[in-house]
């Protein structure tokens, strides 16, 4: 009887151990398979987040006009710095570890299609704008060598900025009037997930050939410069180069960061 109830007894608990261990392992595969999904989720939502803010562009920098902070050559502190054309063409000649640099000017115009007008913000840019900006043409195409050469009317609608000017009608190919001159749009920018960004997100603009901007608006000068380095980790370098041709051209300190942010 002794024995019997042993036996009975060794086999309850090595049936509690089992259901122990059992438990125990389902535990563990539980906590991997949630660390592991945990892991999955934030990979993903950091990529999309990086995504978002990449988008901005492709290793670029913006340069804005300040004022300075010291004096330098006879300057006195606190003289407005504002770019020129020719500054633009001074670090594309002087520059060599700037892969690409483009003039950029930005105004609000009225878009008038039939009789409806709305309000869109206009960049007026040059060719490797559009590389060194992500702009990813969706429909259409990219601007040409040609289109600022002859100094073409074309124009290029963000997604959502398209989606308000035509209220989802075909749009390549049409003519829409900008500031009382009739443009072609010849490209639609797939649309873009961004969250760094300056003069408002790419998908709310149209872009047309800085030249043409020029003409259209008759002013002569950027009011941005955009430019990208052959490499990431030259960024600083680049930076202090083009600091020192602007600041040359403008009678500042290149030490002084308030010539321009």
């Given amino acids: 009887m002794f024995l019997k109830e042993l036996i009975s007894q060794s086999w309850q608990a090595l049936r509690r ?9 389902l535990g563990i595969v539980w906590g991997l398979a949630s660390v592991v999904i945990l892991l999955a989720y934030g990979q993903g939502l950091g ?3 990086l995504h978002a803010f990449m988008n901005m562009g492709n290793n670029v920098i913006v340069l804005w006009p300040g004022q300075t902070s010291l004096q330098a050559g006879g300057q006195r502190a606190g003289k407005p710095v504002t770019y020129e054309y020719e500054d633009v063409e001074a670090i594309r000649d002087e520059v060599p570890i700037v892969r690409a640099v483009s003039a950029e000017l930005d105004r609000d115009f009225g878009f008038k299609v039939g009789t409806r007008v709305v309000s869109v913000q206009v960049r007026g840019v040059e060719m490797p704008y559009g590389q060194m900006r992500r702009l990813d043409i969706d429909d259409g195409r990219y601007f040409n060598e040609s289109d600022f050469v002859e100094h073409r009317r074309v124009v ?8 308000k000017v035509f209220q989802g009608a075909p749009s390549i190919g049409q003519n829409v009037s900008i500031g009382g001159l009739d443009f072609e749009v010849i490209g639609v920018l797939r649309n873009k997930i961004q969250d760094s960004m300056y003069m408002g997100p790419d998908n709310s603009n149209g872009f047309i050939p800085f030249q043409v901007f020029r003409d259209l608006k008759n002013i002569r000068d950027p009011d941005m410069i955009i430019f990208q380095p052959t490499a990431p980790e030259l960024n600083k370098k680049a930076l202090a ?21």
């Fill in 156 to 163: 290029i609608l963000g997604h959502d900025a398209n989606k």
């Fill in 47 to 49: 990529g999309s987040v």
């Fill in 17 to 25: 151990n089992q259901l122990r261990s059992v438990l125990t392992m």
């Fill in 241 to 261: 180069a083009v600091r020192e041709v602007v600041a040359r051209r403008h009678h500042f300190d290149p030490k002084d960061e308030k010539g321009h942010d």
